[in-house]
């Protein structure tokens, strides 16, 4: 199984600063078809995961663009420009280049 | 809009069995792959099993394998996960998550929690 790692796992941020989140894979999450699905989710506190970017760098539809993934291979990180209060949660990177899918610790992102 | 409604929680003694349901709508059923993921109180996400669109194919996580069993009907818009054999350690809130190519999970459903005890 391909082994998701995150840092770091609580990131206590001031409203307004920007927020990282890196996130390693045990081994390349570059699919034969040549993509990589490295996806990102957040949980708001007591609701579902909910998809935020897609194949390292795509926002879905309605994720502000102050969200952003970058990365190739096994690295990858997702970056908030500006933390808003709404962003508070715990966010989870997660692969879907092969089975089983796998999923980070999760890092809890929190205000200062 | 998509929604997902997952079914079939409760509480459950050790060794029993279970079927959690989730009622899609929305979109065309039968085109996307379906999956469970659970979360164990307090804890991360675990993925469970998948199917794909017509139901030829599934795969489960090695802790589920020969237990659970998921299956669609494509007619009803439904998936279930049949559940055999539980333990304690299946207490979670079990997720429908429809499974986008190239997205992965996608559209999450609010879920549905089981707790294992006796």
């Known amino acids: 199984d391909i082994v998701m790692t995150q840092t770091p796992l609580s990131s206590p941020v001031t409203l307004g600063q920007p927020a990282s989140i890196s996130c390693r894979s045990s081994q390349s999450l570059v699919h034969s078809d040549g993509n990589t699905y490295l996806n990102w989710l957040q949980q708001r506190p007591g609701q579902p995961p909910r998809l935020l970017i897609y194949k390292i760098s795509n926002r879905l539809s309605g994720v502000p663009d102050r969200f952003s993934g970058s990365g190739a291979g096994t690295d990858f990180t997702l970056k908030i420009s500006r933390v808003e209060a709404e962003d508070v949660g715990v966010y989870y990177c997660?692969?879907?280049?092969?089975?089983?899918?796998?999923f980070g610790q999760g890092t809890k992102l929190e205000i200062k | 809009e998509v929604q997902l409604v997952e079914s079939g929680g409760g509480l459950f003694q050790p060794g029993g069995s279970l079927r959690l349901s989730c009622a899609a709508s929305g979109f065309t059923f039968s085109r996307w792959w379906m999956h469970w993921v659970r979360q164990a109180p307090g804890k991360g996400l675990l993925w469970v099993s998948y199917i794909n669109g017509d139901g030829s194919r599934a795969t489960y996580a090695d802790s589920v394998r020969g237990r659970f069993t998921i299956s669609r009907d494509n007619a009803e818009n439904t998936v279930h996960l049949q559940m055999h054999s539980l333990r304690a350690e299946d207490t979670a809130v079990y997720y429908c998550?429809?499974?986008?190519?190239?997205?992965?999970?996608?559209?999450w459903g609010q879920g549905t929690p089981v707790t294992v005890s006796s």
């Open positions: 997660t692969q879907a280049t092969q089975f089983p899918y796998t």
């Open positions: 998550v429809r499974g986008g190519s190239g997205t992965g999970l996608e559209n």
